[in-house]
């Protein structure tokens, strides 16, 4: 009887296992237990993918034989494409090539633009040289978009979501980058590193400023301009106008042009003026701020690496948590940047949205010139009351013309009052997007990028790239507050050791009272 009821056990635990194996391959469940949640598709890809209209095929050209290193690599791809399936459904097609099967197929490649990578690999005490390909191509009717080597799981989510955007628009979106020239005293950098990365999901036109008749925001999503210098009226109008129809500018404008010499020089011009009109003044002041970035200065033949009050360190804590543009960066640094002044929010049904401050820790240096070396920089933070300051802004319209009342064109298309629709994105630097920068901060180019979708895409792809961002800076905190934890943490471990004595001692005095009680005084 009991051996009977063993196997009929046996029996009805194999069946169970059967069931629930059956049901788990149909229904998977997977739990992502990362900080970032990487291997979870975002709601704006999620978007994406269910806005598709016909097929995309994902073609992974991995080599099959990879050295164990860049094992977790694949099955990382691996899942994530699955997700992506199983959002899309029969609207992915996954196909998986091993590049390396023939001689044919690695010149297709290669053609491709997928280029074989070389590494050293260690394997059964011998190093030898293995060429591999970790390549990955988007195709969508006659178009297709090739990632060439796919690096991080964590970046792959937002190279495919920019792909299938790109396969699958009819029409890229424009955007009209305002050209300025290189006798601008402001414009000490290039763009080329963020114009790349634009490149690849816009189509990126140069007004040139004796030619505007192009710029219209049917056909450029938004205007870029990194330029506070002064301009012509004509050009200026153009922009204003370009507004007024319901555009959207995104203005870096720098108050204050830094000399060789260490000295910051203000700038006053017709640009500044008008969006102080349009509601965001730059403010003629510097921010210096205790939480700040590292720079490097030359001393001779040796380089310092010193903390920097002229460059504030923006962090999470101090940005709009509401707004999609900046609730999921970690940290922006804007180097000798100006604070905005905002119009009052009942100026005309306005809204105005402050996308960060400045630290609690924050101060600033007014004058026409200031001297901005790293000792006079903390001299002037240790010194100066500080001020909380609004870093980063967006604008939504109505906007009144700068050119309104006695400057009023002629031209009966005129617009003296734009819609809605219009929008500024306001910070007071343009340096913080420039190539140098980029190259230490490249952090930076999220918001900037994050500011560009924004305009001329929505959501889509900003909640996506910010889960990219692995910088964790520490939090600044006041000196009582850093007193009270130093203290703390010095008397934490005494007291722990007078805690467990005082357990230790009434525990003993408790079993001695009951042997007392049990066997009588002794």
Do not use: C
Request: charged share 20%; glycine share 6%.
């Amino acid at each position: 009887m009991k051996r009977s009821n063993a196997i009929i056990t046996t029996i009805a635990v194999i069946i169970a296992l059967f069931v629930i194996n059956f049901m788990a391959a149909r229904h998977p469940l997977r739990l992502d237990l990362t900080e970032n949640r990487i291997y979870t598709l975002s709601d704006s890809t999620k978007k994406i993918l269910k806005g598709l209209h016909d097929v995309v095929t994902i073609r992974i050209y991995f080599t099959e034989s990879l050295p164990p290193s860049l094992q977790m690599l694949r099955r990382s791809v691996e899942d994530i494409i699955a997700e992506f399936k199983s959002v899309a459904g029969k609207n992915i097609q996954v196909e998986f090539i091993n590049p390396s099967r023939s001689l044919m197929e690695e010149q297709s490649v290669m053609m491709m633009g997928i280029p074989p990578l070389t590494l050293n690999v260690v394997e059964r005490d011998k190093q030898e040289v293995a060429k591999i390909y970790l390549g990955m191509a988007v195709l969508y009717g006659d178009t297709q978009q090739i990632i060439p080597v796919v690096k991080r799981p964590e970046s792959l989510e937002y190279e495919l979501a920019e792909a299938i955007i790109k396969v699958s628009s009819e029409q890229l979106p424009g955007l009209a980058w305002w050209k300025t020239g290189s006798e601008d005293v402001g414009e000490q950098d290039s763009f080329n590193f963020i114009k790349h990365a634009l490149s690849g999901r816009y189509r990126l036109d140069e007004i040139a400023a004796d030619d505007v008749s192009g710029l219209f925001p049917d056909t450029h999503a938004a205007l870029i301009l990194t330029s506070s210098n002064a301009m012509p009226e004509a050009e200026l109008m153009a922009i204003d106008q370009y507004l007024m129809n319901g555009g959207r500018v995104i203005a870096l404008l720098d108050r204050y042009a830094i000399t060789p010499s260490m000295t910051a020089v203000v700038l006053r011009s017709n640009v500044l003026d008008a969006f102080a009109h349009y509601g965001a003044r730059v403010s003629e002041a510097l921010v210096l701020d205790q939480s700040n970035a590292v720079a490097s200065f030359s001393g001779g033949p040796v380089t310092y690496h010193l903390p920097y009050a002229f460059w504030p360190d923006i962090r999470n804590s101090y940005m709009n948590s509401a707004s999609p543009l900046v609730s999921d960066l970690e940290t922006v640094v804007l180097p000798w940047t100006s604070p905005l002044v905002l119009a009052d929010k009942d100026n005309g049904g306005l809204e105005e949205d402050v996308l960060a401050t400045s630290s609690p820790f924050s101060t600033l240096k007014t004058g026409e010139s200031i001297q901005i070396d790293p000792q006079g920089a903390g001299e002037s933070l240790a010194s100066s009351e500080r001020k909380q300051s609004v870093m980063i802004a967006m604008l939504s319209g109505p906007f009144d013309s700068y050119f309104a009342g006695e400057k009023r064109s002629k031209d009966p298309l005129f617009k003296t009052q734009s819609g809605p629709l219009a929008k500024i994105f306001i910070v007071g630097s343009a340096r913080w997007a420039g190539d140098s920068f980029l190259q230490n901060f490249p952090a930076n180019a999220a918001l900037f990028e994050n500011a560009v979708d924004s305009f001329a895409m929505g959501d889509f792809l900003i909640g996506i790239r910010s889960r990219e961002s692995s910088s964790k800076p520490l939090e600044i905190i006041s000196d009582a507050s850093r007193l009270a934890v130093k203290y703390i943490n010095l008397a934490f471990g005494p007291v722990i050791i007078a805690m467990i004595g005082i357990l230790v001692f009434m525990r003993r005095r408790s079993r001695k009272n009951m042997l007392k009680f049990k066997y009588g005084k002794i």
